[in-house]
């Protein structure tokens, strides 16, 4: 079983800076894909930054392209958002995503969410 913890969520001014963790634990033989989604009130889940393994890149929504940042360090096997000139359009719970081979095969898993608030 794979488990994902994200961290790092807070209230936040508009225009300031804040960085998401999400830690990945368990028997985890690779990874396909590593990301982030968002759901704010009253909408559907949508997908910030997905980074695919095989092909070494990342696509990011177009709403973010130039504020947020995907990145992983693999040896502590942990993907951060770093987010910038933050807009309260960007008030949302904010979700990590993997998919992963383990030992019980392929495996789609979600963090459990961390607030993000851009209010003055």
């Known amino acids: 079983q794979v488990q994902l913890v994200e961290s790092g969520g807070s209230l936040v001014q508009p225009g300031g800076s804040l960085r998401l963790s999400c830690a990945a634990s368990?028997?985890?033989?690779?990874?396909?894909?590593m990301g982030w989604y968002r759901q704010a009130p009253g909408k559907q889940r949508e997908l910030v930054a997905l980074?695919?393994?095989?092909?070494?890149?990342?696509n990011y929504a177009d709403s973010i392209k130039g504020r947020f940042t995907l990145s992983i360090d693999n040896a502590k096997n942990t993907m951060y958002l770093q987010m910038s000139s933050l807009n309260p359009e960007d008030t949302a719970v904010y979700y990590c995503?993997?998919?992963?081979?383990?030992?019980?095969?392929?495996?789609?898993?979600w963090g459990q969410g961390t607030q993000v608030t851009v209010s003055s």
């Open positions: 980074f695919t393994n095989n092909l070494g890149s990342t």
């Open positions: 995503y993997g998919r992963f081979r383990t030992s019980a095969g392929m495996l789609s898993t």
């Open positions: 368990g028997s985890i033989f690779a990874t396909y894909l």
